[in-house]
């Protein structure tokens, strides 16, 4: 009987596990499962550490992905955030950094043990750690990517205009220091003892640039990251939200050992065509059925996401982050029909079936 991080590791090499993984984008629920909002706990570390521990214990799942928001990077490199009771922090995006991407070589880099909400990021990342490190898979977010900082540098509405306006060095330039304020950020995650790193690249997907622009101005930089942080020990995790059917094999060209699949991506598909040593991890919608839906349902997603794949290089997951009013009940089913559909016989199963079905053709 393997513990998580033992599961999550046999997946990660190649191995059989002796069920899949699953660990859910959780950090809303978390801190909602203990009686908190996120802006009331955004800045303690402490609460947000205890948060992901007993909501990992209560639900029986096998990591804790550490997250905070989409603005603390960003605010840390020198833009306004607006901070929200109720809600995650936002970058005031009518307030730009950057009036001109020419002005990012008059910011300081950022130092994730000094500035901002870093250090107390990283200390969330360390309390887990040290609690539940050595039975449990962290990944510690180390927020946005090269790519998704830059619109919050600059605005993403101007960024985006930018892309069709602005010399190509210029747009290059920035990316190159937005890319070192992310590694830096990376790092620091790893040294705080996550077993591995991931971003966030949202503006990347292909519902908002042209697949030629995300090859153009996202991939390179997201390669750098993988380029100057990965190790065999120490995996690295890209997460662009909506469909990136379209980009797929070029995020697998990074070489992260994990790609996050967002729901709108066909699993089935996605395992078809990329490399086995990519694990997928996803992809059950986390507002239907994890919102809205039923056990029932999310038993269905499950089953499907494991027989589509055989099992196969997947670390089961929420395609994006689960809001803070998600079922309980469907946390729970989410959990156990992982262990139903995914243990190593029925893997086993549905493989043998596999090639038998493939022989056949």
Sequence with gaps: MMNSLQRVRAVLNGESPDRLPVIPQSFLFATQTEGYKIGQINRNPRLMAQCHKNCWEKFGYDGCIIDVDDAALAEACGAKVIYRTDSVAVVKDSEPVLKDLREIDNLTLPDPQKDGRLPEWLETTRRVAEDIGGEAFIIGRADQGPFNLLCLLRGATQFMEDLLTEDVDVICRALAWTTDAHIRFAKAQYAAGAHAVSMGDAYASPNLISPALYRKFAFPWEKKVVDAVQTREQPYDIHICGDTTAVIRDMTDCKAR??????????????????????????????????????????????????????????????CALSENTKPENVIAMVEATHRYGSREQLELLQAEQEKTGKAR
């Design 258 to 319: 994990i790609l996050e699949i967002d729901w709108k991506v066909d699993m089935g598909k996605a395992r078809k065509i990329l490399p086995k040593e990519t694990v997928l991890m996803g992809n059950i919608n986390p507002s239907d059925p994890m919102y809205l839906g039923v056990p029932a349902q999310v038993e269905a997603q499950i089953e499907k996401i494991i027989r589509d794949t055989c099992g196969q290089g997947i670390i089961i997951s929420s395609g």
